[in-house]
């Protein structure tokens, strides 16, 4: 069984900061969490970064230039968000694909005021 933890969310004004992270539990040994996604009331869930093993990065056009993802292993996963938006606002999840099946975790609400 795979478990997934974000933290890091709350209540910020709009141009502060907060970082999420993510811990993954587990038996599994080949547990890579890979990216960050979030969801806003009555959307799809989009993604917002991902990382490879080997530490390359892409970003969703929205947040590139403000929010940084980082690992320290394959089962922690950090996401610097500088400069934020009200329109960042939602709840972000962690997601790691494990031999073919997609973990989420419970997610984290990140709320941006104006």
């Known amino acids: 069984q795979v478990h997934l933890v974000e933290s890091g969310g709350g209540l910020v004004q709009a141009g502060g900061s907060l970082r999420l992270s993510c811990a993954a539990s587990g038996n599994s040994f080949d547990i890579n969490v890979s990216a960050w996604y979030r969801q806003v009331s009555g959307k799809q869930r989009e993604l917002v970064a991902h990382?490879?093993?080997?530490?390359?990065t892409t970003y969703a056009d929205s947040v590139r230039g403000r929010f940084t993802i980082s690992r320290d292993n394959a089962k922690t996963v950090y996401l610097q968000m500088n400069s934020l938006k009200p329109e960042d606002t939602g709840v972000y999840y962690c997601?790691?694909?494990?031999?073919?099946?997609?973990?989420w975790g419970k997610g984290t609400l990140v709320t941006v005021s104006s």
């Open positions: 997601y790691a694909p494990i031999r073919g099946i997609n973990y």
């Open positions: 990382i490879t093993t080997d530490g390359s």
